[in-house]
Protein backbone atom coordinates (compact mmCIF):
# COMPACT_ATOMS: atom_id res chain seq x y z
CA UNK A 1 0.00 0.00 0.00
CA UNK A 2 1.20 3.72 -0.35
CA UNK A 3 -0.07 6.79 1.20
CA UNK A 4 0.17 9.94 1.12
CA UNK A 5 0.26 12.48 4.50
CA UNK A 6 0.29 16.31 3.73
CA UNK A 7 1.39 18.76 6.74
CA UNK A 8 2.31 22.52 7.11
CA UNK A 9 -1.84 23.74 7.04
CA UNK A 10 -2.68 26.34 9.70
CA UNK A 11 -4.04 29.84 10.19
CA UNK A 12 -2.44 32.57 8.43
CA UNK A 13 -3.16 36.59 8.30
CA UNK A 14 -3.42 38.42 4.40
CA UNK A 15 0.03 38.46 2.89
CA UNK A 16 1.38 35.93 5.23
CA UNK A 17 3.03 32.75 3.30
CA UNK A 18 2.99 28.85 4.01
CA UNK A 19 4.50 25.80 3.34
CA UNK A 20 2.75 22.76 2.74
CA UNK A 21 4.33 19.30 2.71
CA UNK A 22 3.38 15.96 1.18
CA UNK A 23 5.18 12.40 1.63
CA UNK A 24 4.09 9.41 -0.28
CA UNK A 25 5.14 6.44 1.88
CA UNK A 26 4.90 2.64 0.67
CA UNK A 27 7.46 0.39 -1.56
CA UNK A 28 7.55 3.47 -4.16
CA UNK A 29 9.40 3.12 -7.23
CA UNK A 30 8.09 5.51 -8.85
CA UNK A 31 5.47 8.55 -9.07
CA UNK A 32 3.93 10.30 -12.35
CA UNK A 33 2.70 13.63 -11.75
CA UNK A 34 1.79 15.31 -8.35
CA UNK A 35 -0.29 17.95 -7.60
CA UNK A 36 -2.18 20.25 -4.85
CA UNK A 37 -5.72 20.53 -5.01
CA UNK A 38 -7.84 22.63 -2.59
CA UNK A 39 -11.58 22.52 -1.79
CA UNK A 40 -13.29 25.88 -0.50
CA UNK A 41 -16.59 25.67 1.98
CA UNK A 42 -19.56 24.92 -0.56
CA UNK A 43 -17.29 24.27 -3.59
CA UNK A 44 -15.61 21.95 -5.98
CA UNK A 45 -12.35 20.57 -5.44
CA UNK A 46 -10.09 22.09 -8.12
CA UNK A 47 -6.23 21.87 -8.83
CA UNK A 48 -4.22 24.36 -7.69
CA UNK A 49 -0.88 23.22 -9.11
CA UNK A 50 0.99 20.27 -11.03
CA UNK A 51 4.22 19.15 -11.40
CA UNK A 52 5.37 16.17 -13.61
CA UNK A 53 7.73 13.30 -13.24
CA UNK A 54 10.42 15.47 -15.29
CA UNK A 55 9.84 18.91 -13.63
CA UNK A 56 7.33 20.75 -15.79
CA UNK A 57 4.55 22.53 -13.47
CA UNK A 58 1.17 24.38 -13.93
CA UNK A 59 -0.92 26.39 -12.00
CA UNK A 60 -4.30 27.62 -11.85
CA UNK A 61 -4.99 31.30 -12.97
CA UNK A 62 -5.18 32.44 -9.20
CA UNK A 63 -2.29 31.57 -7.36
CA UNK A 64 0.19 32.69 -10.45
CA UNK A 65 3.27 33.96 -9.25
CA UNK A 66 2.32 33.73 -5.59
CA UNK A 67 2.56 29.68 -5.18
CA UNK A 68 5.48 27.43 -6.11
CA UNK A 69 5.03 24.08 -6.47
CA UNK A 70 8.14 21.53 -5.84
CA UNK A 71 9.04 17.45 -5.67
CA UNK A 72 12.06 15.85 -5.04
CA UNK A 73 11.95 12.45 -6.81
CA UNK A 74 14.56 11.09 -4.19
CA UNK A 75 12.23 11.25 -1.35
CA UNK A 76 8.83 11.17 -2.79
CA UNK A 77 7.59 14.29 -1.76
CA UNK A 78 5.72 17.61 -2.76
CA UNK A 79 5.71 20.97 -1.65
CA UNK A 80 3.64 23.89 -2.24
CA UNK A 81 5.23 27.00 -1.04
CA UNK A 82 2.59 29.78 -0.71
CA UNK A 83 3.09 33.78 -0.90
CA UNK A 84 1.19 36.94 -0.92
CA UNK A 85 -1.80 34.48 0.22
CA UNK A 86 -5.57 35.70 0.35
CA UNK A 87 -8.72 34.91 2.32
CA UNK A 88 -9.79 33.66 -0.91
CA UNK A 89 -7.55 31.20 -0.65
CA UNK A 90 -8.85 29.46 2.77
CA UNK A 91 -9.42 25.49 1.92
CA UNK A 92 -8.66 22.57 2.68
CA UNK A 93 -5.28 20.90 0.41
CA UNK A 94 -5.51 17.83 -0.30
CA UNK A 95 -2.04 16.03 -2.43
CA UNK A 96 -2.97 13.52 -5.09
CA UNK A 97 -0.90 11.53 -7.06
CA UNK A 98 -1.82 10.43 -10.52
CA UNK A 99 -0.15 7.02 -10.61
CA UNK A 100 2.19 5.94 -8.53
CA UNK A 101 4.16 2.05 -8.80
CA UNK A 102 5.51 0.07 -6.68
CA UNK A 103 8.76 -2.50 -6.56
CA UNK A 104 6.49 -5.32 -6.80
CA UNK A 105 5.02 -4.24 -10.07
CA UNK A 106 1.36 -2.73 -8.18
CA UNK A 107 0.52 0.42 -9.66
CA UNK A 108 -1.95 2.80 -7.73
CA UNK A 109 -4.25 5.27 -9.32
CA UNK A 110 -5.06 8.94 -8.27
CA UNK A 111 -3.57 8.60 -4.48
CA UNK A 112 -4.87 11.34 -1.95
CA UNK A 113 -4.13 12.50 1.11
CA UNK A 114 -6.23 13.40 4.00
CA UNK A 115 -6.10 17.18 3.47
CA UNK A 116 -4.26 20.22 5.57
CA UNK A 117 -6.60 23.24 6.68
CA UNK A 118 -5.22 26.67 5.39
CA UNK A 119 -7.31 29.11 6.95
CA UNK A 120 -5.88 33.02 5.83
CA UNK A 121 -7.51 35.30 7.86
CA UNK A 122 -7.06 38.52 9.93
Known amino acids: QVQLVESGGGLVQPGGSLRLSCTASGSIFRINAMGWYRQAAGKQRELVAR???????NYTDSVKGRFTISRDNAKNTVNLQMISLKPEDTAVYYCNADSILDYFGVRYFDRWGQGTLVTVSS
Open 51 to 57: VTSDGST
